[in-house]
């Protein structure tokens, strides 16, 4: 009875009304349908609508690009805040580099083997490396640094002192005055034998100050200011950073301890156990190429062992490369790539190649302020590492960061085949 009675109602509107309500009815419908096209995707409808836009679009006298077009990429603009495109090349803000992990290298022609691998350990280059061990016994004053610091040459790091270091200064000084007095005397008034012993006395005092680690400075001072006796600073001999401190303050170390040690890294050695294989191609002066992580570093042979060790059945090389940035550090693992004049090509990372649009290889060429997409080919792949060919030396590649900007070269849609 109600639905009859809702029926009844209906037929008594007036035929406005129900038109209105019909109306009404199919534009709900319409809407539908068109949710369920475009939950469908479908292509022909998206291509013809494109179409009819740029055909009304050319009926209104506008030129594409502009009214609400222009509206559209100026949104699409802000979305990828200060990207750009310009003719192919991407353009990134400092600001968008640091937040995708940009690093760029620029590649030379490496003849490595990607099998001819060895594991490795990172070292300090010992000839950048000082232990400080003062040769008396010290008591520690005053520390100025803390462990892992990085100081500069002629910077102080401790303050010394103790009753053997008094006594080797006053020693100096006296030792000074004497063969300033000999000295200064005619060759008639003082045997040669005399002079002679004066002068090995004061430079056997000042050799013992030397062995404190003073300075030259340092012991020249002690002659004219006497009322310094009894301490003077450990001064850094080079720059570099302050490890194995084992310093406390109040401290009494005996002659010889090593209280600690100054390394510069901007060079590290690598060790690295080859079998007798792989070591009789290797020569002093050749290249190799470590890898720890995802940085790559072209470096060098400087020594080899020449023996066998006689549980691991391997002989120890010794490699050296430079570290800029101080980004390594001595004590971490790596890998040794050998070289193999066999092969030829640049040698990069996973992270730096990414698919193009056509599925082919391509890595970003850092060009000017942008990036610039270039397609490679793969020779050989091994453990994260890649020989590539079809790229110049001087050439800058992206080697971390460039699935972003492949990302980015997809939302604009560009295409280096058009390029």
């Known amino acids: 009875m109600k639905n009859q009675s809702n029926k009844t109602r209906f037929l008594q509107l007036s035929p406005l009304m129900r038109a209105m309500g019909f109306g009404v009815l199919m534009s709900m419908t319409a809407v539908g349908g068109v949710a369920l096209g475009a939950e469908g995707h479908d292509h022909k409808a998206e291509s013809a609508k494109g179409q009819v836009s740029q055909e009304q679009i050319q009926d209104q006298g506008q030129e594409p690009g ?12 802000e979305a990828h805040g200060d990207q750009e495109a310009h003719g192919g090349e991407l353009v990134l803000s400092e600001e968008q580099r640091q937040l995708a ?7 030379s022609s490496q003849g490595f083997s990607l099998a001819a691998v060895a594991t490795a350990t990172l ?4 000839e950048r490396t000082v232990t400080l061990a003062p040769q008396l016994d010290v008591r520690v004053l005053a520390r100025h640094v803390v462990p892992g610091q990085e100081v500069t040459k002629g910077q102080p790091l401790l303050t010394l002192g103790g009753a053997a270091v008094a006594q080797a200064q006053a020693d100096y000084i006296n030792a000074a005055a004497e063969w300033g007095r000999v000295k200064r005397m005619s060759q008639s008034a003082v045997s040669a034998s005399r002079r002679l012993q004066a002068q090995v006395d004061a430079e056997l005092k000042r050799a013992i100050l030397g062995a404190l680690k003073m300075t030259p400075t340092q012991i020249k001072a002690l002659e004219s200011d006497p009322e310094i006796i009894g301490s003077y600073r450990l001064l850094a001999p080079l720059d570099g950073r302050v490890q194995q401190d084992v310093a406390m303050k109040g401290q009494v170390f005996t002659g010889g301890t090593a209280l600690m040690q100054l390394t510069d890294e901007s060079h590290l050695w690598v060790e690295a156990q080859v079998t007798p294989t792989q070591s009789q191609q290797i020569k002093v002066g050749s290249k190799a190429l470590v890898k720890v992580g995802d940085f790559s570093l072209e470096a060098e042979v400087i020594g080899r062992s020449h023996e066998i060790d006689s549980v691991t059945r391997t002989e120890q090389i010794l490699v050296a490369f430079a570290n800029p940035g101080h980004v390594l550090h001595a004590g971490q ?18 992270a730096a190649l990414t698919r193009g649009g056509d599925g082919d290889w391509q890595v970003f060429v850092e060009e000017g302020d942008g990036f610039e997409a270039v397609e490679v080919e793969v020779s050989e792949r091994q453990r994260g590492m890649n020989l590539v060919q079809g790229l110049s030396p001087e050439m800058r590649v992206v080697v971390s960061g460039a699935f972003f900007l492949a990302s980015e070269q997809a939302k604009s849609g560009f295409d280096i085949h058009n390029h």
């Open 66 to 77: 502009h009214g609400d077009g222009d509206e559209g990429a100026h949104g699409n603009e």
């Open 101 to 107: 992990g940009i690093r760029v290298e620029q590649v």
């Open 123 to 126: 070292v300090v280059d010992r």
């Open 333 to 350: 693992f790596a890998e040794i790539y050998l070289a193999d004049n066999n092969q030829d090509g640049v040698i990069l990372p996973d």
